[in-house]
């Protein structure tokens, strides 16, 4: 059972736009620390997306962008790309567990 | 290259005891704060362990604390992770991660994102 809840999946086709939400609390996301979001492809180690909440890293495409509102947070990729599928996690800080935490990620399929 | 290269995992029996290592490589390791995070083959990730830039500091997760011990040779820009006691749940590849302050919206590191990942290595506890 992760601190931050995601979807176990989502899909699009490719071309739609989709978004991944990240569910947290208030000693988590809504005590207002940062999210970041990650990819990752199986087999290969987890790579940043998105850090402080809303800020693409260097070489990440415009069609991803993040966002975070009260205790929750959500990562949308629009124009999707079969390229794009991967599995996907959000991460924060909890200050009641003293803990980094993650959501338990969400596989993104382009039908 | 920012580089970080784990090594030391393998086939353990339950009790038994590793030494991870992570060699750091392509930028100032003495200046930042270091972390172990872990998963399980085709689960999610988790948060382990955390030291700071000089090692006086560390943080576990619950399920770690009192047998996994994290610590830094900041001479040989080295992390580590000795781990004792080691049950069959422990089993995972492990992940030497540096976080970095690039888009965060404080100067803290609890508000930093993981920014450099090694290719991790994998622990396996089985009898």
């Known amino acids: 059972q992760s601190v931050l809840t995601q979807p176990p999946s989502v899909s699009g086709a490719p071309g739609q736009r989709v978004t991944i939400s990240c569910t947290g609390s208030a000693s988590n996301i809504g005590a207002g620390y940062d999210v970041h979001w990650y990819l990752q492809v199986p087999g290969t180690a987890p790579r940043i997306l998105i850090s402080?909440?809303?800020n693409r890293r260097s070489g990440v495409p415009d069609r991803f962008s993040g966002s975070k509102s009260g205790t929750s947070a959500s990562l949308a990729i629009s124009g999707l790309q079969t390229e794009d599928e991967a599995d996907y996690y959000c991460?924060?800080?909890?200050?009641?567990?003293?803990?980094?935490?993650f959501g338990g990620g969400t596989k993104l399929t382009v039908l | 290259e920012v580089q970080l290269v784990e090594s030391g995992g393998g086939l353990v029996q339950p009790g038994g005891s590793l030494r991870l290592s992570c060699a750091a490589s392509g930028f100032p390791f003495s200046d930042y704060w270091m972390h172990w995070v872990r998963q399980v083959p085709g689960k999610g990730l988790v948060w382990v362990s955390r030291i700071d830039s000089d090692g006086s500091s560390t943080s576990d997760a619950d399920p770690v604390r009192g047998r996994f011990t994290i610590s830094r040779d900041n001479a040989k820009s080295t992390l580590y992770l000795q781990m004792n006691n080691l049950r069959v749940e422990d089993t995972a590849v492990y992940y030497c991660?540096?976080?970095?302050?690039?888009?965060?919206?404080?100067?803290?590191?609890?508000?930093?994102?993981?920014?450099?990942w090694g290719q991790g290595t994998t622990v396996t506890v089985s009898s």
């Open positions: 402080g909440n809303n």
């Open positions: 991460q924060s800080y909890d200050t009641s567990l003293s803990a980094w935490v």
């Open positions: 991660v540096r976080p970095s302050r690039v888009g965060a919206s404080v100067r803290s590191y609890y508000y930093y994102g993981m920014d450099v």
